[in-house]
């Protein structure tokens, strides 16, 4: 980290608590403050992206995947990393196309009794 460049900035929580972060120079002009709705969006692109690579390594979303549908997952669980709404949205979609397939994908039932 560039010390030099850094600062120290200050933000009061509405409990009236404070947090100190220190972000380098070239950082300041595209972090957003916590109280700004980016900062709650990031888990849930990180959630999505867990499950994406989860399902794509697994090979198990809601039933097993074939391998178009890994391909799918891979791409998704990488999508949310890069920030924009664009590619999260590309991501948040190959879920939901992955998802519908399953989905729509007849369940063949076995023909053994139950013991």
């Not at 709650?40 to 390594?57: D, E, I, N, Q, Y």
């Not at 990488?78 to 998802?99: E, K, N, Q, R, W």
Request: net charge neutral.
């Amino acid at each position: 980290m560039d010390v030099q460049n850094a600062s120290l900035q200050r933000y009061d929580t509405p409990k009236g608590r404070s947090c100190s972060f220190l972000w380098p120079g070239q950082l300041q002009e595209s972090v957003s403050t916590p109280s700004e709705p980016h900062a709650s969006w990031s888990p849930v692109t990180g959630t999505v992206g867990t499950l994406c690579l989860a399902g794509a390594v697994v090979g198990y979303l809601t039933r097993p995947t074939t391998i178009p549908e890994r391909l799918l997952l891979a791409a998704g669980s990488l999508l949310p990393i890069y920030p924009g709404l664009v590619t999260d949205a590309l991501g948040f979609g190959l879920l939901g196309v992955s998802y519908l397939a399953q989905r729509s994908r007849r369940v063949v039932p076995t023909t053994e009794p139950v013991t």
